[in-house]
T-cell receptor
Framework: KNEVEQSPQNLTAQEGEFITINCSYS?????LHWLQQHPGGGIVSLFMLSSGKKKHGRLIATINIQEKHSSLHITASHPRDSAVYIC????????????FGKGTHLIIQP | EPEVTQTPSHQVTQMGQEVILRCVPI?????FYWYRQILGQKVEFLVS????????KSEIFDDQFSVERPDGSNFTLKIRSTKLEDSAMYFCASAGHRNTEAFFGQGTRLTVV
């Protein structure tokens, strides 16, 4: 059974700091999602990647398939980045649905 | 930009009542999903739907749950006889193809009293 672990669970940082959130998974996957969940509850897709690195604005996601590990980085963090960041993966092997991590609750203080 | 829409945003129902949660996926997508998130817990997969039938379901998706795509646009989740523990946020998602980027609706907060 696939397990998705995230660290840290909670992170408070000052505006402008470089943020790293980590995600590990236990079985081989076909693709990994990084998602953002705001206090209202809605979920927004940030990235989906199966290899290498992707960049979108101040967000960068990397994945190492051999080590079963992915990271989400935020450069020049801003209070509006405050949210829960979740990684989720498609486990492969016929599994259709995403397996979610518990999320990292990020607070950026001005 | 195309989006997944869910209605209602919040529903309160009495225990034992039937509820139907509605979703309009992105129009050219082929895979549809329901997920739920109990307050304070992680998001959990309920069911996937493709080609007008259930593709996969989790152990949470028991006989009390059913899904339908009645008219080619709406995608519904029905809970036949709600229990207190069904209180959660329910998310619909759609994807163009299997194991590709999923787009989520804003969720329906179901409260069973």
């Amino acid at each position: 059974k696939n397990e998705v672990e995230q660290s840290p669970q909670n992170l408070t940082a000052q505006e402008g700091e470089f943020i790293t959130i980590n995600c590990s998974y236990s079985v081989g996957i076909s693709a990994l999602h990084w998602l953002q969940q705001h206090p209202g509850g809605g979920i927004v897709s940030l990235f989906m990647l199966s290899s290498g690195k992707k960049k979108h604005g101040r967000l960068i996601a990397t994945i190492n398939i051999q080590e079963k590990h992915s990271s989400l980085h935020i450069t020049a963090s801003h209070p509006r980045d405050s949210a829960v960041y979740i990684c989720a993966d498609y486990s492969g092997g016929g599994a259709d649905g995403l397996t979610f991590g518990k999320g990292t609750h990020l607070i950026i203080q001005p | 930009e195309p989006e997944v829409t869910q209605t209602p945003s919040h529903q309160v129902t009495q225990m034992g009542q039937e509820v139907i949660l509605r979703c309009v996926p992105i129009s050219n997508h082929l895979y549809f999903y329901w997920y739920r998130q109990i307050l304070g817990q992680k998001v959990e997969f309920l069911v996937s739907f493709y080609n007008n039938e259930i593709s996969e379901k989790s152990e949470i998706f028991d006989d009390q749950f059913s899904v339908e795509r009645p008219d080619g646009s709406n995608f519904t989740l029905k809970i036949r006889s709600t229990k207190l523990e069904d209180s959660a946020m329910y998310f619909c998602a759609s994807a163009g193809h299997r194991n590709t980027e999923a787009f989520f609706g804003q969720g329906t907060r179901l409260t069973v009293v």
